[in-house]
Protein backbone atom coordinates (compact mmCIF):
# COMPACT_ATOMS: atom_id res chain seq x y z
CA UNK A 1 0.00 0.00 0.00
CA UNK A 2 1.54 3.58 -0.69
CA UNK A 3 2.35 5.65 2.17
CA UNK A 4 -0.57 7.86 3.14
CA UNK A 5 0.62 11.77 2.84
CA UNK A 6 -0.10 13.69 6.01
CA UNK A 7 0.27 17.31 5.72
CA UNK A 8 0.72 19.19 9.23
CA UNK A 9 1.13 23.08 9.63
CA UNK A 10 2.55 24.89 12.31
CA UNK A 11 4.66 21.89 12.61
CA UNK A 12 7.33 23.71 14.63
CA UNK A 13 5.00 24.96 17.40
CA UNK A 14 4.14 23.10 20.37
CA UNK A 15 1.41 21.14 19.14
CA UNK A 16 3.33 20.12 15.97
CA UNK A 17 6.37 19.13 18.65
CA UNK A 18 4.11 16.50 20.66
CA UNK A 19 2.13 15.62 17.74
CA UNK A 20 4.83 14.31 14.73
CA UNK A 21 6.36 11.35 16.33
CA UNK A 22 3.58 9.79 17.39
CA UNK A 23 2.20 10.02 13.80
CA UNK A 24 5.20 9.13 12.54
CA UNK A 25 5.15 5.89 14.87
CA UNK A 26 2.17 4.60 13.81
CA UNK A 27 -0.87 6.31 16.43
CA UNK A 28 -2.42 8.25 13.26
CA UNK A 29 -3.48 5.25 10.85
CA UNK A 30 -2.17 2.33 12.69
CA UNK A 31 0.51 -0.07 12.60
CA UNK A 32 0.38 -1.20 8.65
CA UNK A 33 0.45 2.35 7.28
CA UNK A 34 2.97 4.14 6.23
CA UNK A 35 2.98 7.69 6.50
CA UNK A 36 4.71 10.94 4.31
CA UNK A 37 4.91 13.71 6.42
CA UNK A 38 4.76 16.94 4.68
CA UNK A 39 5.65 19.90 7.41
CA UNK A 40 4.27 23.85 6.44
CA UNK A 41 5.38 26.21 8.76
CA UNK A 42 6.45 29.92 7.83
CA UNK A 43 9.48 31.03 6.43
CA UNK A 44 10.63 32.24 10.00
CA UNK A 45 9.94 28.90 11.57
CA UNK A 46 11.27 26.61 8.61
CA UNK A 47 14.80 26.45 10.00
CA UNK A 48 13.10 25.11 13.35
CA UNK A 49 10.56 22.82 11.81
CA UNK A 50 13.89 21.20 9.90
CA UNK A 51 15.50 20.66 13.06
CA UNK A 52 12.27 18.12 14.06
CA UNK A 53 12.44 16.62 11.04
CA UNK A 54 16.05 15.76 11.50
CA UNK A 55 14.59 14.35 14.97
CA UNK A 56 12.36 12.35 13.44
CA UNK A 57 14.94 10.74 11.07
CA UNK A 58 16.89 10.07 13.98
CA UNK A 59 14.21 8.08 15.39
CA UNK A 60 14.28 5.30 12.56
CA UNK A 61 10.61 5.28 12.62
CA UNK A 62 9.78 2.22 10.69
CA UNK A 63 6.35 3.59 8.95
CA UNK A 64 8.23 6.97 8.23
CA UNK A 65 8.69 6.72 4.63
CA UNK A 66 9.51 10.63 3.85
CA UNK A 67 9.78 14.08 5.57
CA UNK A 68 9.63 17.31 3.44
CA UNK A 69 9.74 20.85 5.03
CA UNK A 70 8.18 23.79 2.99
CA UNK A 71 6.48 26.80 3.70
CA UNK A 72 4.98 26.80 0.16
CA UNK A 73 1.07 25.73 1.28
CA UNK A 74 0.82 24.32 -2.25
CA UNK A 75 4.05 22.00 -2.09
CA UNK A 76 2.64 20.87 1.30
CA UNK A 77 -0.79 20.25 0.50
CA UNK A 78 -0.04 18.35 -3.01
CA UNK A 79 -1.72 14.91 -2.81
CA UNK A 80 -2.85 15.15 1.01
CA UNK A 81 -4.89 12.88 2.55
CA UNK A 82 -5.23 13.62 5.75
CA UNK A 83 -4.29 17.61 7.03
CA UNK A 84 -3.71 18.84 10.31
CA UNK A 85 -4.23 22.45 10.46
CA UNK A 86 -2.16 23.70 13.63
CA UNK A 87 -0.33 26.75 12.59
CA UNK A 88 -2.82 29.82 13.62
CA UNK A 89 -2.65 33.28 14.52
CA UNK A 90 -2.88 33.80 18.49
CA UNK A 91 -4.80 36.38 20.03
CA UNK A 92 -2.56 38.83 21.34
CA UNK A 93 -2.90 41.27 24.37
CA UNK A 94 -5.34 44.07 22.93
CA UNK A 95 -6.53 42.12 19.74
CA UNK A 96 -9.55 43.13 18.82
CA UNK A 97 -11.84 40.04 17.75
CA UNK A 98 -12.12 41.17 13.77
CA UNK A 99 -7.86 41.66 13.82
CA UNK A 100 -7.80 38.09 15.18
CA UNK A 101 -10.39 36.55 12.50
CA UNK A 102 -8.76 38.95 9.49
CA UNK A 103 -5.20 37.16 10.32
CA UNK A 104 -6.65 33.69 10.46
CA UNK A 105 -8.52 34.72 7.09
CA UNK A 106 -5.13 35.33 5.69
CA UNK A 107 -3.80 31.92 7.03
CA UNK A 108 -6.87 29.62 6.17
CA UNK A 109 -8.16 31.11 2.84
CA UNK A 110 -5.02 30.47 0.86
CA UNK A 111 -4.63 26.79 3.01
CA UNK A 112 -8.17 26.04 1.82
CA UNK A 113 -7.13 27.14 -1.92
CA UNK A 114 -4.11 25.00 -1.79
CA UNK A 115 -6.13 22.50 -0.67
CA UNK A 116 -8.80 22.72 -3.04
CA UNK A 117 -5.67 22.43 -5.76
CA UNK A 118 -3.76 19.67 -5.04
CA UNK A 119 -5.12 17.42 -2.44
CA UNK A 120 -5.86 13.95 -2.97
CA UNK A 121 -9.51 13.14 -3.59
CA UNK A 122 -10.22 11.20 -0.26
CA UNK A 123 -8.81 14.29 1.67
CA UNK A 124 -9.77 14.67 5.61
CA UNK A 125 -8.82 17.94 7.41
CA UNK A 126 -8.76 18.71 10.88
CA UNK A 127 -8.01 22.35 11.92
CA UNK A 128 -7.00 22.43 15.58
CA UNK A 129 -5.36 26.70 15.47
CA UNK A 130 -8.13 28.64 17.11
CA UNK A 131 -10.31 30.05 16.10
CA UNK A 132 -10.98 26.19 15.17
CA UNK A 133 -14.79 26.28 14.34
CA UNK A 134 -14.45 29.05 12.03
CA UNK A 135 -10.87 29.11 10.85
CA UNK A 136 -12.19 25.47 9.52
CA UNK A 137 -15.37 27.23 7.61
CA UNK A 138 -13.28 29.43 6.19
CA UNK A 139 -10.62 26.73 4.73
CA UNK A 140 -13.62 24.73 3.44
CA UNK A 141 -14.87 28.06 1.79
CA UNK A 142 -12.39 28.39 -0.22
CA UNK A 143 -11.99 24.69 -1.22
CA UNK A 144 -15.57 24.65 -3.56
CA UNK A 145 -14.22 21.58 -4.58
CA UNK A 146 -13.74 19.47 -2.33
CA UNK A 147 -16.88 17.72 -0.18
CA UNK A 148 -17.87 20.47 2.79
CA UNK A 149 -17.82 17.85 5.01
CA UNK A 150 -14.01 17.00 5.17
CA UNK A 151 -13.72 20.20 7.24
CA UNK A 152 -13.77 19.34 10.76
CA UNK A 153 -12.81 21.16 13.99
CA UNK A 154 -11.18 19.42 17.33
CA UNK A 155 -13.18 19.57 20.13
CA UNK A 156 -11.80 16.22 20.79
CA UNK A 157 -9.54 17.36 23.66
CA UNK A 158 -13.32 19.06 25.25
CA UNK A 159 -14.70 15.34 24.92
CA UNK A 160 -11.47 13.30 26.51
CA UNK A 161 -11.26 16.22 29.32
CA UNK A 162 -15.09 15.67 30.08
CA UNK A 163 -14.42 11.96 30.25
CA UNK A 164 -11.69 12.40 32.41
CA UNK A 165 -13.20 14.83 35.22
CA UNK A 166 -15.94 12.17 35.34
CA UNK A 167 -14.34 9.40 35.83
CA UNK A 168 -12.36 10.90 38.74
CA UNK A 169 -15.90 12.42 39.92
CA UNK A 170 -17.48 8.51 39.65
CA UNK A 171 -14.54 6.78 40.86
CA UNK A 172 -14.64 4.66 37.51
CA UNK A 173 -12.31 3.85 34.81
CA UNK A 174 -12.27 5.91 31.52
CA UNK A 175 -12.35 3.39 29.07
CA UNK A 176 -15.77 2.94 31.34
CA UNK A 177 -17.32 5.86 30.51
CA UNK A 178 -19.22 5.79 26.79
CA UNK A 179 -21.64 8.43 25.23
CA UNK A 180 -20.20 11.73 26.23
CA UNK A 181 -20.95 14.55 24.10
CA UNK A 182 -19.25 18.13 23.11
CA UNK A 183 -21.99 20.11 21.85
CA UNK A 184 -20.93 23.78 19.71
CA UNK A 185 -17.40 25.77 19.89
CA UNK A 186 -14.42 24.98 20.90
CA UNK A 187 -14.64 27.80 23.39
CA UNK A 188 -15.73 28.86 26.71
CA UNK A 189 -19.41 28.33 25.47
CA UNK A 190 -19.08 24.79 24.64
CA UNK A 191 -21.26 22.36 26.20
CA UNK A 192 -20.08 18.91 27.29
CA UNK A 193 -23.07 17.00 27.93
CA UNK A 194 -23.57 14.25 30.31
CA UNK A 195 -27.41 13.19 29.72
CA UNK A 196 -26.68 10.41 27.12
CA UNK A 197 -23.25 9.03 28.81
CA UNK A 198 -23.16 5.86 30.53
CA UNK A 199 -21.03 4.31 32.86
CA UNK A 200 -21.28 0.41 32.34
CA UNK A 201 -24.56 0.65 30.85
CA UNK A 202 -26.12 2.84 33.59
CA UNK A 203 -27.00 6.68 33.18
CA UNK A 204 -24.56 9.30 34.15
CA UNK A 205 -26.92 11.93 34.92
CA UNK A 206 -28.70 9.34 37.32
CA UNK A 207 -25.65 7.99 38.85
CA UNK A 208 -24.96 11.84 39.82
CA UNK A 209 -28.07 13.02 40.24
CA UNK A 210 -26.67 16.63 40.91
CA UNK A 211 -27.61 19.45 38.49
CA UNK A 212 -26.13 21.80 40.66
CA UNK A 213 -22.27 19.80 40.02
CA UNK A 214 -23.16 19.82 36.27
CA UNK A 215 -23.70 23.46 36.43
CA UNK A 216 -21.28 24.94 38.37
CA UNK A 217 -18.05 23.05 38.75
CA UNK A 218 -17.97 19.85 35.69
CA UNK A 219 -19.38 22.20 32.97
CA UNK A 220 -16.89 25.09 33.63
CA UNK A 221 -14.17 22.95 35.17
CA UNK A 222 -13.83 21.11 31.11
CA UNK A 223 -14.32 25.17 29.40
CA UNK A 224 -11.84 26.66 31.57
CA UNK A 225 -9.30 23.60 31.42
CA UNK A 226 -7.02 24.88 28.80
CA UNK A 227 -6.56 28.44 30.99
CA UNK A 228 -5.91 26.01 33.93
CA UNK A 229 -3.25 24.14 32.05
CA UNK A 230 -1.86 27.53 31.55
CA UNK A 231 -1.59 29.02 35.00
CA UNK A 232 0.06 25.79 36.39
CA UNK A 233 2.42 24.78 33.57
CA UNK A 234 3.14 28.38 32.44
CA UNK A 235 2.71 27.18 29.02
CA UNK A 236 -0.50 26.19 26.60
CA UNK A 237 -1.69 22.83 26.61
CA UNK A 238 0.31 21.04 23.73
CA UNK A 239 0.86 17.46 24.25
CA UNK A 240 -2.98 16.49 25.01
CA UNK A 241 -4.01 18.98 22.28
CA UNK A 242 -1.57 16.48 19.79
CA UNK A 243 -3.45 13.50 21.69
CA UNK A 244 -6.65 14.77 20.46
CA UNK A 245 -5.71 15.47 16.96
CA UNK A 246 -4.39 11.62 17.09
CA UNK A 247 -7.40 10.56 18.41
CA UNK A 248 -10.19 12.56 15.94
CA UNK A 249 -8.27 11.20 12.78
CA UNK A 250 -7.65 7.72 14.29
CA UNK A 251 -11.21 7.05 14.75
CA UNK A 252 -12.34 9.34 11.74
CA UNK A 253 -10.27 7.00 9.27
CA UNK A 254 -10.77 3.65 11.73
CA UNK A 255 -14.22 3.92 13.22
CA UNK A 256 -15.90 4.30 16.58
CA UNK A 257 -16.15 1.39 18.64
CA UNK A 258 -19.93 -0.41 18.85
CA UNK A 259 -21.90 1.41 21.46
CA UNK A 260 -19.86 4.07 22.02
CA UNK A 261 -19.86 7.35 19.77
CA UNK A 262 -17.20 10.46 20.10
CA UNK A 263 -17.53 14.70 19.53
CA UNK A 264 -16.33 16.44 16.46
CA UNK A 265 -16.89 19.36 14.99
CA UNK A 266 -18.01 19.14 11.07
CA UNK A 267 -20.80 21.21 9.15
CA UNK A 268 -24.22 20.87 10.49
CA UNK A 269 -26.77 19.33 8.29
CA UNK A 270 -29.31 21.25 10.54
CA UNK A 271 -29.76 18.67 13.05
CA UNK A 272 -30.63 19.19 16.55
CA UNK A 273 -31.74 23.15 15.48
CA UNK A 274 -27.81 24.30 14.33
CA UNK A 275 -28.41 25.98 10.91
CA UNK A 276 -26.96 24.25 8.13
CA UNK A 277 -23.07 24.94 7.56
CA UNK A 278 -22.25 26.05 10.68
CA UNK A 279 -19.27 23.71 12.21
CA UNK A 280 -20.43 22.96 15.13
CA UNK A 281 -19.37 19.94 17.28
CA UNK A 282 -21.96 16.75 17.36
CA UNK A 283 -21.63 13.30 18.75
CA UNK A 284 -20.58 11.38 16.16
CA UNK A 285 -20.22 7.41 14.65
CA UNK A 286 -17.74 6.96 12.17
CA UNK A 287 -17.39 3.81 9.96
CA UNK A 288 -15.33 3.40 6.50
CA UNK A 289 -13.72 6.27 7.10
CA UNK A 290 -16.78 8.44 7.06
CA UNK A 291 -18.71 10.14 10.13
CA UNK A 292 -22.49 10.55 10.95
CA UNK A 293 -24.07 12.59 13.17
CA UNK A 294 -25.54 10.72 16.11
CA UNK A 295 -29.49 11.03 15.67
CA UNK A 296 -32.60 10.70 17.41
CA UNK A 297 -31.05 12.18 20.76
CA UNK A 298 -33.47 13.87 23.21
CA UNK A 299 -32.28 17.12 24.57
CA UNK A 300 -33.56 18.58 27.71
CA UNK A 301 -34.23 22.07 28.79
CA UNK A 302 -30.87 22.10 30.51
CA UNK A 303 -28.59 20.94 27.22
CA UNK A 304 -30.84 22.84 24.82
CA UNK A 305 -29.72 26.82 26.57
CA UNK A 306 -26.55 25.75 26.40
CA UNK A 307 -26.60 24.35 22.73
CA UNK A 308 -28.28 27.59 21.50
CA UNK A 309 -25.64 29.98 23.28
CA UNK A 310 -22.47 28.12 21.44
CA UNK A 311 -24.17 28.19 18.44
CA UNK A 312 -25.23 31.69 18.40
CA UNK A 313 -21.58 32.23 18.99
CA UNK A 314 -20.66 29.97 16.04
CA UNK A 315 -23.32 31.85 13.93
CA UNK A 316 -21.56 35.58 15.31
CA UNK A 317 -18.34 34.72 14.47
CA UNK A 318 -19.77 33.29 11.18
CA UNK A 319 -21.65 36.25 10.13
CA UNK A 320 -18.06 38.40 11.02
CA UNK A 321 -15.76 36.26 8.75
CA UNK A 322 -18.54 36.57 5.83
CA UNK A 323 -18.55 41.24 6.87
CA UNK A 324 -15.10 41.06 6.50
CA UNK A 325 -15.31 38.93 2.79
CA UNK A 326 -13.32 36.31 4.41
CA UNK A 327 -15.90 33.81 3.25
P1 LIG B 1 0.74 25.69 19.58
O1 LIG B 1 1.37 24.61 18.77
O2 LIG B 1 0.79 25.59 21.05
O3 LIG B 1 -0.79 25.90 19.16
C1 LIG B 1 -1.18 25.96 17.82
C2 LIG B 1 -2.63 26.28 17.70
O4 LIG B 1 -3.41 25.28 18.30
C3 LIG B 1 -3.03 27.60 18.38
O5 LIG B 1 -3.91 28.28 17.51
C4 LIG B 1 -3.74 27.12 19.61
O6 LIG B 1 -4.77 28.03 19.99
C5 LIG B 1 -4.41 25.89 19.07
N1 LIG B 1 -5.04 25.02 20.04
C6 LIG B 1 -6.23 24.41 19.84
N2 LIG B 1 -6.60 23.71 20.87
C7 LIG B 1 -5.65 23.85 21.78
C8 LIG B 1 -5.51 23.37 23.08
N3 LIG B 1 -6.43 22.63 23.64
N4 LIG B 1 -4.40 23.68 23.77
C9 LIG B 1 -3.48 24.47 23.21
N5 LIG B 1 -3.58 24.98 21.97
C10 LIG B 1 -4.66 24.68 21.26
O7 LIG B 1 1.33 27.10 19.15
P2 LIG B 1 2.82 27.55 18.88
O8 LIG B 1 2.78 29.04 18.93
O9 LIG B 1 3.80 26.77 19.69
O10 LIG B 1 3.06 27.09 17.39
C11 LIG B 1 2.35 27.56 16.31
C12 LIG B 1 3.20 27.34 15.10
O11 LIG B 1 2.40 27.63 13.97
C13 LIG B 1 4.42 28.26 15.03
O12 LIG B 1 5.57 27.46 14.75
C14 LIG B 1 4.10 29.19 13.84
O13 LIG B 1 5.25 29.51 13.10
C15 LIG B 1 3.19 28.30 13.04
N6 LIG B 1 2.30 28.91 12.08
C16 LIG B 1 2.28 28.30 10.85
C17 LIG B 1 1.47 28.75 9.87
C18 LIG B 1 1.51 28.05 8.58
O14 LIG B 1 1.92 26.89 8.51
N7 LIG B 1 1.10 28.70 7.50
C19 LIG B 1 0.60 29.91 10.07
C20 LIG B 1 0.63 30.44 11.41
C21 LIG B 1 1.46 29.95 12.37
P3 LIG B 1 -4.57 29.12 21.16
O15 LIG B 1 -3.57 30.10 20.63
O16 LIG B 1 -5.94 29.67 21.33
O17 LIG B 1 -4.07 28.33 22.35
Not at 29 to 55: C, F, H, S, W
Not at 201 to 223: H, Y
Amino acid sequence: MAPVNVTVTGAAGQIGYALLFRIASGALLGPDTKVNLRLLEIPQAVKAAEGTAMELDDCAFPLLAGIEVTDDAKKAFDGANVALLVGARPRTKGMERGDLLAANGGIFKPQGEAINAGAASDIKVLVVGNPANTNALIAQQHAPDVPAARFTAMTRLDHNRAISQLSTKLGVSVADIKKLAIWGNHSATQYPDVFHAEVNGKSVAELLNDEAWLADTFIPTVAKRGAAIIEARGASSAASAANAAIDHIHDWVLGTPAGDWTSMAVPSDGSYGVPEGIISSFPVTTADGEYQIVQGLEVNEFSRARIDASVAELVEERDAVKALDLI
